[in-house]
């Protein structure tokens, strides 16, 4: 068609006397609207690096990093945000969402842009692990099994791991543990056991 539609026309003159229909960026700063889905930001005080995250992220953004010695183990959440996708799954499932603060949530920061990838990450800070007692094993994070036991309460003493974790996050002796296990049945089962060690002793007992 050699001429312009009437319509086409009209946006044309609408555009020329109103001005253009986008942001006057960079200019002017612009701000996006409330739910928008900018920056991913990992909250240290919400992050309990139960990984779920990850696990969810469909571009493999987010990876977590576990260092396990003698001394200490620990694990790190890193999210790259040159690989991120900005879909908002890992802040729509994350665990501790519903929480103040969350362990990730968007922000409204979009001006990403950058020359170094090393510097383009959100990471939290490294959160201790709980191992097996018997094969060493990691767990989880310690935060983690910490917010379990805040959310099932009393609950939460039903079962070993999160009675035992429970009594050496508020300062419990070794000693004191010991006693617990002595005047209790099976009291070789009152450990911080992953899954598998867990189901070995229960099944060997019997």
């Known amino acids: 068609m050699k001429y312009p539609k009437l319509r086409e026309l009209k946006e044309a003159l609408t555009a020329l006397?109103?001005?253009?229909?986008?942001?006057?960026f960079p200019r002017k700063n612009h701000h996006p609207a409330k739910r928008f889905r900018g920056k991913p930001e990992y909250s240290n005080e919400?992050?309990?690096?139960?990984?779920?995250?990850?696990?969810?992220?469909?571009?493999?953004?987010?990876?977590?990093?576990?260092?396990?010695?003698?001394d200490s183990s620990t694990r790190k959440m890193i999210l790259h945000l040159d690989e991120c996708h900005y879909c908002g799954q890992c802040s729509a499932l994350c665990t501790t969402r519903e929480d103040s603060p969350p362990g990730i949530?968007?922000?409204?920061?979009?001006?990403?842009?950058g020359f170094d990838?090393?510097?383009?990450i959100s990471s939290t800070d490294e959160k201790e692990l709980a191992l097996c007692e018997i094969c060493g094993d990691v767990i989880?994070?310690?935060?983690?099994?910490?917010?379990?036991?805040?959310?099932?309460?009393?609950?939460?003493?039903?079962?070993?791991?999160?009675?035992?974790s429970s009594l050496k996050s508020m300062g419990f002796a070794d000693d004191v543990l010991q006693t617990a296990k002595d005047s209790i049945l099976r009291s070789d089962r009152i450990k911080i056991l992953c899954s598998k060690c867990r189901r070995k002793t229960t099944i060997e007992r019997f």
């Open 17 to 24: 006397i109103k001005g253009p229909y986008t942001s006057d």
């Open 46 to 70: 919400g992050c309990i690096a139960c990984t779920a995250c990850a696990m969810v992220c469909p571009a493999r953004a987010i990876e977590f990093r576990d260092v396990v010695n003698k």
């Open 105 to 113: 949530r968007h922000t409204t920061e979009f001006d990403l842009a």
């Open 117 to 120: 990838r090393e510097s383009m």
């Open 140 to 164: 989880t994070a310690k935060a983690h099994l910490a917010w379990i036991s805040r959310k099932l309460g009393s609950l939460a003493f039903s079962n070993p791991t999160l009675f035992a």
